[in-house]
């Protein structure tokens, strides 16, 4: 006990003034104000094929992972028809103590949903490679209920269900929300903006030596007016399982 109490004076000597608080007030983390977020509006793209022929919302295949880039060339999302009608309003929450309603699911059945498939935790995300996070339809070895999407560079799982809050593991906030809009008319899904806590800044400045390898200057380029939906079989050669 005693030499535990002097290596901790010892590492005191080297900060003096964060030791002092952490003798003064332990444990007790700073509350972080809630603030109401706005929806961030981006480009409204037409959902197309590969062959850029308009996607009709009721062609989607449940529980199935497609991707597409939005709303820049190089950050990807999921949409996902989950198969049953989602709640319409859930309150989230980021991890910088930002607020906002998620607005649940588009479609006849409201059972279609996107999210930004840059995992809030380390940035982990699905390229030409691997994916390391995708939607899990079934139990896995990180998740006994399925229909999750888990990202296993380091076992965080997020509810598509309920605006893809964490679940489990280290993640310190919901996936951010890609805003969808259904045309009732056409059966053609938009996507129109995000919602939530957005990390492409973080995404860029992470990667963008990769990015430059792989893309020149396009990384950061707005899309417009089509966005490509694949499956993520086609755009990522292999999918991690954990
Ligand atoms: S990067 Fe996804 S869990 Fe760490």
């Not at 961030?40 to 199935?64: E, F, M, Q, T």
């Not at 980021?94 to 998620?102: I, L, P, V």
């Not at 399925?146 to 997020?158: E, F, H, L, M, T």
């Not at 919901?174 to 903006?193: Q, S, Y």
Request: contains cysteine; glycine residues 6%.
């Amino acid at each position: 006990m005693e030499t535990t109490r002097r290596k901790f004076i010892e590492i005191c000597v080297a900060g003096a003034t964060p030791c002092a608080a952490m003798a003064a007030s332990p444990a007790t983390p700073a509350a972080i104000a809630s603030t109401p977020l706005t929806a961030k509006k981006y480009n409204r793209v037409k959902l197309v094929d590969i062959d850029g022929k308009a996607i009709k919302a009721k062609s989607l295949k449940a529980h199935h992972n497609y991707v597409f880039n939005y709303p820049y060339a190089s950050t990807p999302c999921f949409l996902l028809n989950l198969d049953k009608a989602l709640p319409e309003k859930v309150s989230m929450k980021t991890d910088t103590g930002g607020t906002y309603d998620w607005p649940g699911g588009v479609g006849v059945s409201k059972s279609i949903v996107a999210y930004s498939a840059i995992c809030a935790h380390k940035l982990a995300y699905p390229t030409p490679q691997v994916s390391f996070i995708s939607y899990r339809p079934q139990p896995s070895k990180i998740n006994a209920r399925g229909q999750v999407i888990s990202c296993c560079a380091d076992k965080s799982v997020y509810d598509p269900f309920i605006g893809a809050r964490v679940v489990s593991g280290p993640a310190p906030q919901p996936l951010a929300a890609i805003l969808l809009e259904h045309d009732a008319k056409t059966d053609e899904l938009f996507a129109i903006g995000t919602f939530g806590g957005e990390k492409f800044n973080e995404f860029f400045q992470k990667y963008d030596f990769k990015l430059s390898m792989e893309m020149g200057d396009k990384a950061k380029d707005a899309v417009t007016a089509t966005a490509k939906l694949t499956d993520l079989a086609a755009y990522s050669t292999q999918t991690a399982q954990c």
